[in-house]
């Protein structure tokens, strides 16, 4: 049996230049991180660290509003609503700062019995319930899917998650502003939304990504959290493309 840590390296030595590449990107893309507790909390960095993203974890003094107005992606960690007390308040900047055109998002479950309705720009309700990865979660049709990696229903197959590491307490349906992005379970429930929110935009995941790609570290996985953090870009327009095609060379080189 392959060990964790022998996974990781396999995945890193199949995609050298996807790695180089993120350090000259992340200069054009600036991320924050919202950690979550504990044991999540190492797992969350090996993720990162996998992938190759730099990003600037937030804490207690940098909620400010001129400070988050500098990144172009703020990313929320495993449980970190229940177990971050920064989080938890300061959620209303974060709202703010969504709203005024940045980047919103869950890398990971939420706790559903923590969780506040009114915690993302839209209310939200979550639900105790967990799904096991069975392969037949469904891609909606979405710009989140296609940039920088094109990502498919395959991606989400079970193989690609392992044990434990798929879903949990995640909303049943997608309501009022939310558009559902991706299907799963029996019920076809919405286990990831996303949302305008003034001029940004939300993303509510439930899919444990960041775990996945701590412990198992599938190329599936890998590029998922890719697409949910790169997407969208710069808030700039001019570096949004200069973005755009970096990725395309580096895709290009792994032909």
């Known amino acids: 049996m392959r060990t964790t840590l022998s996974r990781r390296l396999a995945v ?16 054009d893309l ?21 992938v190759g993203i730099e990003k600037t ?27 971050n007390q920064d989080l938890k308040d300061n959620f209303e900047a974060l709202k703010e700062y969504a709203e005024g055109g940045g980047y919103l998002l869950t890398l990971d479950f939420q706790q559903d019995s923590t969780w506040a309705q009114d915690y993302f720009p839209h209310s939200l309700v979550l639900f105790d319930d967990d799904l096991d990865a069975d392969g037949t979660s469904e891609v909606v049709d979405h710009p989140i899917w296609h940039t920088p990696n094109t990502i498919t229903d395959d991606h989400f197959a079970a193989a690609a998650w392992g044990a434990g590491d798929y879903m949990a307490d995640g909303p049943h349906e997608a309501p009022g502003a939310w558009e559902p992005l991706l299907l799963a379970g029996p019920s076809s429930w919405p286990v990831m939304v996303g949302a305008e929110a003034g001029s940004g935009y939300a993303v509510f995941n439930s899919i444990q990504v960041l775990q996945s790609v701590g412990r198992a570290a599938s190329e599936q996985a890998v590029e998922v959290m890719e697409n949910l953090l790169l997407w969208r870009g710069p808030r700039d327009v001019e570096a949004r493309g200069k973005l755009a095609t970096a990725w395309a060379a580096v895709k290009g080189g792994r032909r």
Request: hydrophobic share 55%.
């Open 30 to 50: 600036n991320i924050a991180f919202i950690t979550g507790r504990g044991d999540d909390a190492l797992v969350e960095e090996a993720a990162w660290e996998l």
């Open 57 to 83: 974890n937030l804490g207690a003094g940098d909620f400010g509003a001129a400070n988050l107005s500098t990144y172009d992606v703020i990313a929320i960690g495993v449980v970190a609503f229940d177990q």
């Open 12 to 27: 890193a030595s199949a995609l050298p230049l996807m790695l180089l590449a993120f350090s000259g990107q992340c200069q």
